[in-house]
């Protein structure tokens, strides 16, 4: 559904009564872990049929009110992103490519029969929030803030056809490491009662409907002493597909790396695709295509798989060592970090503070 008012958007300010007070946010942000302290400031932004956006705001974060009618709460008409902002050495903060997160959300739009947000309104309301709320750095190694835009369906109404209104919003997060630091390798177990999206389905889009379908066989993953789940294809469960929340690589003996293709039932990460164009600069032969559990298993005992890691904004970088599923399990390599997903790991994250040069213009700076 595209914007019917493809028009500039101006952001109006609201002053924000009561800020947190900056003792009480030093002491927040000093171990903010992930995702439960929150800044002071949100974007709004409202849409509706016929107007087009309108309504831009940066102001306080506060509750929001919805009649119980509220479309999303009966027919989840919802979308987000999920993205991270930098301090870099010089004191400078910026984003990572915001604007493939502004394409992928316009596709999980496309998906849910949602409207169209311009590229640059949503890169502009990302920016905004970021600039109001610098003081919310986390000061832990590693710390961010992580970015949430979303958009839901805010007309009440009980019928199955797409709504009329919509808000998109932005809240910002402190956050340090995704996963613990020293932990070698997480633990993943293999889903054989549940996939995660099937052809034809939502998988390629980013909405919360299939994370909530990943929480049961998480939990299950969980309560076997695994720290995620990976999931098979819908058709044969046979093929490897993604885990929960991130995308996977494979590193073999000969310098090849595989990951498995886009067929409309993977998230099309960036930080997927990011590291793609990083390991054919490290000369890694690099391929998209299926992977079963089966060959996952063989090349690993065989001693052919060298590496397996997980990739995803939040966690960047995540090497896998155990797999483990109802036929038995194995283990990658050493069962810890490799020298790939080491190597990949580090020029991706210099990239994104500023370390390294970046020659790809991926990192936009917000002065």
Not at 120 to 131: M, P, S
Request: aromatic share 10%; charged share 20%.
């Amino acid at each position: 559904m595209s914007d019917t008012a493809d028009r500039p958007i101006d952001f109006s300010r609201i002053p924000h009564p009561a800020p947190v007070p900056g003792a009480s946010r030093d002491q927040a942000i000093a171990d903010p872990g992930f995702g439960k302290v929150f800044t002071d400031h949100m974007v709004s932004i409202d849409w509706t049929e016929g107007r087009g956006w309108h309504s831009a705001t940066l102001g306080p974060r506060q509750p929001l009110s919805l009649d119980p009618a509220t479309a999303v709460l009966h027919y989840a008409q919802e979308i987000f992103e999920g993205m991270k902002a930098y301090k870099l050495d010089d004191g400078t903060m910026a984003l990572f490519r915001p604007e493939q997160n502004a394409r992928r959300f316009n596709a999980s739009a496309d998906r849910l029969a949602m409207p169209h947000l311009p590229e640059e309104a949503f890169v502009e309301a990302v920016r905004q929030l970021v600039l109001a709320d610098k003081d919310w750095f986390p000061t832990v190694e590693g710390g961010s803030l992580y970015l949430r835009p979303f958009m839901f369906a805010s007309e009440a109404f009980l019928g199955v056809r797409p709504a009329k209104q919509y808000k998109f919003l932005v809240i910002a997060s402190p956050a340090g490491n995704y996963f613990k630091s020293g932990v070698p390798a997480v633990s993943i177990w293999v889903s054989g009662d549940y996939t995660r999206a099937a052809p034809g389905g939502t998988g390629a889009a980013k909405c919360g409907g299939n994370y909530a379908a990943s929480l049961v066989p998480q939990a299950n993953a969980t309560a076997r002493g695994h720290d995620q789940v990976v999931f098979l294809d819908a058709v044969e469960r046979k093929w490897v597909e993604e885990l929960g929340g991130m995308n996977l690589f494979f590193a073999f003996d000969d310098g090849s790396l595989i990951t498995p293709p886009l067929t409309g039932t993977i998230l099309p990460g960036i930080t997927r695709e990011s590291l793609l164009q990083l390991a054919r600069e490290e000369g890694l032969q690099v391929r998209e295509e299926r992977y079963s559990i089966d060959q996952w298993r063989a090349d690993a005992e065989s001693g052919r798989l060298l590496e397996t890691f997980a990739c995803g904004t939040a966690a960047v970088v995540t090497p896998v060592g155990r797999v483990a599923g109802h036929d038995g399990e194995f283990t990658i390599g050493s069962g810890g970090a490799g020298q790939v997903t080491t190597r990949l790991r580090e020029r991706l994250v210099a990239i994104q503070r500023g370390i390294a040069e970046d020659k790809h213009g991926w990192v936009m700076r917000l002065d």
